[in-house]
């Protein structure tokens, strides 16, 4: 595995230290060891970075904006070929990083591979749209030009995945950026930069500091010379940055967490080969990355005929869950990422058993003769019943093993629990009934509906939430279009005096 050192700010080309010498230790969540050392950087590398990034735009002919889109795309497939050669390298420095394990890093480098893929051919195919002026002697056509300079802030949870639903849009577009990964999880981000490197991009294009929210995102948020600003992670971090970034009327894209319904319809568990996919299903949903997922299927709405065997054995499962550094053989789940996501989700339990909701299972840390290593940020699956709107651990996403229950008697009731929260990222509904399952989708408010299923995407197919999950869409057609503004060339071919004026 190929950690980086201190030098891990990227700025025209070059790689450096902060400014201020500062750095900041990055530790291993699965023994709370130090991993590395990286830069601290603050306002002056962010500075450097955006003016870099600003002449790599705006340096006229031979610019990035100006070079031909095939090479733009073929760019893209090298650093594709170049993420699948260092697969296995990549994998384990983000399960090292971020305490995910090693084949969920394996899927997170697929992912993002299939990502600068998607990206490159998806710019090659796209045209400019010929307008009818009702004219013979004009010509209107409506192109697509880059935003200009980009400032991408990444979270922790998923780094590598959610910097390259970022950069390979804006790269794919024509634009240059500053990327700042969460100062958490920095390391797989500072790789894929080196990729895009050793692919041949120019020097400006791509530029990364590493270092906090405050001052590089903030900073980032008001530079006058940033034109879009895109960010994902917390609601209040995210709508702080926001107002920053509308004062300085830059594009903004914001994807700011959800709190996930799974819906299970009595219909789904008729069969035991149903039910059993259900089951499987919602421990998945909830407890893949010990639940670190904007998209975590943290609420189980299911209907109360088959709540209590659906619950107990969901929670016999859930016991079972094997806890442990993700690199260890036979680990199905690792550890939180740091001590303060510990003590929030400590937090979150504690609040819901005060406000009435009941124990199934979990709801503390492990025995240190339970989990290997015995002293990382390690917590239990929890199951929390008996659980009503009311409660915090119901409104708010808490990034962490805790899956909460609540029921219902019939759809109506199911549509308006699952539509009760002031997020709309994701939700799925499982039925039996594909008119029933079809019908419920339609009416959830969420960006993503799975039907019998949870938790897969596609690059070609819109991310993004209603309501508090965000603003703009990330993947797809829209994901590209985030990056772009639209022009409109409208040319008189015959041009002749208008003659408004008399004179």
């Known amino acids: 595995m190929s950690v980086p050192g201190p030098e891990t700010i990227h700025v025209d080309g070059a790689w ?19 991993l590395t050392t ?30 031909p889109v095939a090479e733009r795309a073929a760019l893209l497939r090298r650093v594709a070929d170049l993420l699948q050669r260092d697969r296995e390298d990549i994998a384990l420095l983000e399960s090292r990083d971020t305490g995910k394990t090693l084949e969920e890093g394996r ?16 710019v090659v195919a796209e045209t400019g749209r010929v307008v009818d002026a009702g004219s013979a002697d004009v010509h209107s056509v ?24 970022k950069i390979a849009p804006a790269l794919a577009a024509g634009n240059t950026f500053v ?32 270092g906090p929210g405050d001052p590089v995102g903030a900073r980032l948020a008001e530079h006058p010379q940033v034109d879009l600003f895109s960010f994902t992670g917390g609601l209040v971090s995210g709508t702080k940055a926001a107002q920053a970034a509308v004062a300085g009327v830059k594009k903004i894209a914001l994807e700011l967490g959800g709190k996930n319904p799974n819906v299970v319809f009595a219909d789904a568990c008729a069969t035991e080969e149903g039910f059993d996919t259900a089951v499987d299903q919602a421990l998945n949903a909830a407890f893949i990355h010990s639940g670190q997922v904007c998209s975590a299927g943290a609420r189980l709405i299911v209907e109360e005929s088959v709540k209590d065997r659906f619950v107990a054995e969901l929670a016999s499962r859930a016991a079972r869950i094997r806890l442990g550094r993700g690199t260890e053989k036979d680990v199905e789940c690792g550890p939180l990422v740091s001590q303060a996501q510990l003590e929030k989700t400590e937090g979150y339990v504690a609040s819901a058993l005060a406000e009435g909701a009941r124990l199934v299972c ?3 840390r492990p025995a240190p003769s339970e989990v290997r290593p015995a002293t990382g940020y390690f917590y239990l699956p929890t199951i929390l019943d008996d659980c009503h709107r009311g409660m915090r651990v119901i409104r708010e996403e808490t990034f962490g093993p805790i899956l909460t229950v609540e029921t219902f008697t019939g759809e109506d009731e199911a549509v308006a629990l699952a539509n009760d929260t002031e997020y709309g990222l994701a939700g799925a509904v499982w039925s039996a009934d594909t008119a029933r399952a079809r019908r419920v989708a339609a009416r959830l408010r969420h960006g993503t509906v799975w039907i019998n ?23 797809g057609s829209a994901g590209l279009e985030e990056y772009r503004e639209t022009k409109h060339v409208y040319e008189n071919l015959r041009p002749q005096p208008v003659r408004w004026f008399a004179g």
């Open 142 to 165: 409506v192109v697509h030009e880059p935003v200009g300079v980009c400032a991408l802030i990444t979270p922790w949870n998923y780094p590598l995945l959610q910097a390259s639903w």
């Open 16 to 34: 450096r230290t902060a400014a201020s010498g500062r750095t900041r230790e990055v530790l291993d969540p699965a023994d709370a060891t130090v």
């Open 453 to 475: 299923d949870f938790h897969p995407y596609l690059p070609q197919a819109e991310w993004g939430g209603f309501g508090k999950s965000g603003i703009g869409r990330e993947l």
């Open 38 to 67: 990286v830069a601290e950087g603050g306002r002056e590398d962010t500075d450097a970075a955006v003016d870099a990034a600003y002449r790599a735009f705006d340096g006229g002919a031979g610019a990035w904006p100006t070079t």
């Open 179 to 210: 990327v700042k990964p969460s100062e958490v999880t920095p390391l797989s981000t500072v790789h894929l930069v080196k990729l895009l490197v050793e692919a041949g991009l120019p020097a400006g294009v791509a530029n990364i500091v590493t």
């Open 107 to 122: 899927v997170d480098v697929d992912d993002v591979t299939a990502a600068f893929r998607y990206f490159a051919d998806a």
């Open 362 to 364: 979990g709801g503390e």
